[in-house]
């Protein structure tokens, strides 16, 4: 099943720069899309989300950006900081499937101070 | 902040024996779910759970797997006859029902670890 993907798994930046996290998804039927951060032995942590009638969410450091046309989000966070360094978990769902989430495979995020 | 919350968080069983997992989701919730990540794997949607029935299941979700919400509090996920393959962290979640919205934020608990042997 590879309805979502996230097509790098790490990705490496320096403090205080741009981190870009991407996710491609290709179910047409997806209309809300959700990012999770997770570190080692605890649960996925709701991070931001975006509505298919969106282009741009923002919160705080972290601005969700969705291409409908290209079925394709990203996930920035600036300024990147070490304590972002986790796996970040893109996700969608599809309001006549009950809310279940189908997520992509992550990326490992590294902050180096 | 409220939070899910799961137990144990780590079951040894063997295989072929019933294990029942535990969540508490957030008390104003009304959508519960139960998810699993094999290591290495994706994390996979396993059953939604609203006004004491299933809304929506997996392949995955078959008859070994039973859910139920006893009380006012807990919800729990039940395998009836463990195999090796079961062995993965599973997640529970919760989200809240707002009328006429298209859906909701779903918040994890820390997971279960389940190890067959």
């Known amino acids: 099943d590879q309805q979502v993907k996230q097509n790098s798994p790490s990705l490496s930046v320096q403090e205080g720069r741009i981190s870009i996290l991407n996710c491609d998804y290709t179910?047409?039927?997806?209309?809300?899309f959700l990012w999770y951060k997770k570190y080692p032995a605890e649960g996925p942590t709701f991070l931001i989300s975006?509505?298919?009638?969106?282009d741009k969410n923002e919160d705080g450091r972290f601005t969700v950006f969705l291409n409908k046309s290209a079925k394709h989000l990203s996930l920035h966070i600036v300024p990147s900081q070490p304590g972002d360094s986790a796996v970040y978990f893109c996700?969608?769902?599809?309001?006549?499937?009950?809310?279940?989430?189908?997520f992509g495979g992550g990326t490992r995020l590294m902050v180096k101070p | 902040e409220p939070e899910v919350t799961q137990t144990p968080s780590h079951q040894v069983t063997q295989m072929g024996q019933e294990v029942i997992l535990r969540c508490v989701p957030i008390?104003?919730?009304?959508?519960f779910y139960w998810y699993r990540q094999i290591l290495g794997q994706k994390v996979e949607f396993l059953v939604s759970?609203?006004?004491?029935?299933?809304?929506?299941k997996s392949e995955i979700f078959d008859d070994q797997f039973s859910v139920e919400r006893p009380d006012g509090s807990n919800f729990t996920l039940k395998i009836r006859s463990t195999k090796l393959e079961d062995s993965a962290m599973y997640f529970c979640?919760?989200?809240?029902?707002?009328?006429?919205?298209?859906?909701?934020?779903?918040?994890f608990g820390p997971g279960t670890r389940l190890t067959v042997l």
């Open positions: 979640a919760s989200s809240e029902e707002y009328p006429g919205s298209s859906y909701n934020e779903q918040f």
């Open positions: 179910n047409s039927m997806f209309d809300y």
């Open positions: 975006i509505s298919s009638i969106k």
């Open positions: 996700a969608a769902s599809a309001n006549n499937a009950g809310n279940m989430l189908t």
């Open positions: 008390s104003n919730h009304l959508y």
């Open positions: 759970f609203y006004n004491n029935e299933i809304s929506e």
